[in-house]
């Protein structure tokens, strides 16, 4: 199956929710909130900084339940283009 290629909107709804995560992540290391949610600490600086515009769902469930973020304050965060 080919994956379709990502639009704009995609991209920039990915580094929405990639500084989000940031943001709530605070002063925590990345390689602390990264083992907490049982993903590499690479895998979470992707996310941040937008290279992963697309997670899946349970890294982002596993990051919110760490970082004390709700499911709904991020899929507002996904919500606003479709709007648009």
Known sequence: ????????V????GHRLGATLRQARGTRSMAEV???A??????LRKIE????????FFTIAALAQVLGVSLD???EISAADRAA
């Open 49 to 56: 900084t937008g290279r992963v515009p697309t997670p899946a």
């Open 73 to 75: 304050v991020l899929a």
């Open 1 to 8: 199956m080919v994956r379709p290629p990502l639009t704009e």
């Open 38 to 43: 049982g993903l590499s600490a690479e895998t």
């Open 34 to 36: 990264a083992a907490a």
């Open 10 to 13: 995609d991209r920039e709804r």
